[in-house]
């Protein structure tokens, strides 16, 4: 039956969500369970696409990036696919009316992953998290407001640069593997190799910046995302306090994580703060 196979796919983008990324399959359980499935479809495609351009090297990356492009597109105008990841993400693409152009942006900065492995400019860096972010923030806000096309519009900003702040911050973080593994800078105008506490304060003060203009989106948020959402917000603002109090020679050299007890402290204080209405 269709609806037995739909169950499957929905499980894989749930599995894949909770071993890729136990923070956010963490921060996804406190959504409401009527769009927590769709962030997981969400998550698992934008996973997969990543997990192509980053990880697959002994593999002919550039063949497998286009036939999975191939397949996504004929998933979401047949509203089916044999890979159940897609057809996870097409049931959520199609049910909210995801804009394609959204899609195809994030296909365009994971193509470029391929090949380009510095951004010079401001424009170029700019676009690349357009992509790579700040569409998948879009993504989810059609989730989050099951089609408020007001609401929708009200949110887009602050979700544009909520995405912006949780890849920057990535980016920061992952100095270390981007640069030595896969021979990536995204930061433009500065040098990895000499990466001092000037530098570091620029971008950070720029993620604070991202941050703050994205709060004013959280609290706006219907009640069956902001609970989640604001988790989120919280773990990454963690990260990057951490990633604030470190000197840059270390951040070049480590990965900066927050423990499990850091992380369970911070979901109670979320619990807290949402319960007493105080986000």
């Known amino acids: 039956m269709k609806s037995i196979f739909d169950t499957v796919s929905s499980d894989c983008s749930r599995i894949v969500t909770r071993s890729y990324s136990t923070s956010f399959s963490s921060a996804v359980k406190m959504l409401a369970p009527a769009i927590r499935q769709d962030i997981y479809n969400i998550y698992g495609f934008v996973r997969f696409a990543d997990e192509i351009v980053d990880s697959f090297h002994d593999y002919n990356k ?3 990036f286009e036939r999975f492009e191939i397949d996504l597109h004929l998933a979401l105008t047949e509203k089916i696919s044999l890979n159940p990841i897609l057809n996870s993400f097409q049931h959520t ?3 909210y009316a995801i804009d394609i ?4 942006a994030f296909m365009h900065s ?3 992953d391929l090949y380009k492995s510095e951004y010079k400019t401001t424009e170029e860096y700019h676009q690349y998290i357009y992509g790579s972010a700040d569409v998948v923030g879009l993504m989810c ?17 602050s979700a544009m640069r909520l995405g912006s702040a949780f890849q920057k911050v990535n980016f920061l973080r992952d100095l270390k593997a981007d640069f030595e593994d896969l021979s990536r800078t995204y930061f433009p105008n500065t040098d990895l190799t000499k990466l001092d506490e000037n530098s570091k304060n620029e971008i950070i003060n720029e993620i604070e910046a991202d941050f703050k203009a994205a709060y ?6 219907p009640l069956e995302a902001k609970f989640g959402v604001y988790t989120a917000y919280v773990y990454y603002k963690k990260l990057l306090t951490k990633l604030k109090n470190t000197p840059s020679t270390e951040i070049k050299n480590t990965r900066i994580r927050v423990s499990d007890y850091q992380k369970f402290g911070l979901f109670a204080k979320c619990y807290f703060t ?3 209405n105080i986000i």
């Open 62 to 64: 550039i063949a497998l």
């Open 101 to 104: 152009k959204l899609i195809d």
């Open 110 to 112: 994971m193509r470029l």
């Open 141 to 157: 806000l059609k989730v989050f407001v099951k089609g408020d096309v007001e609401m929708y519009e009200n949110l887009k900003e």
């Open 216 to 221: 004013k989106g959280i609290v706006n948020l």
């Open 93 to 95: 693409v199609n049910k």
């Open 274 to 276: 949402y319960k007493l």
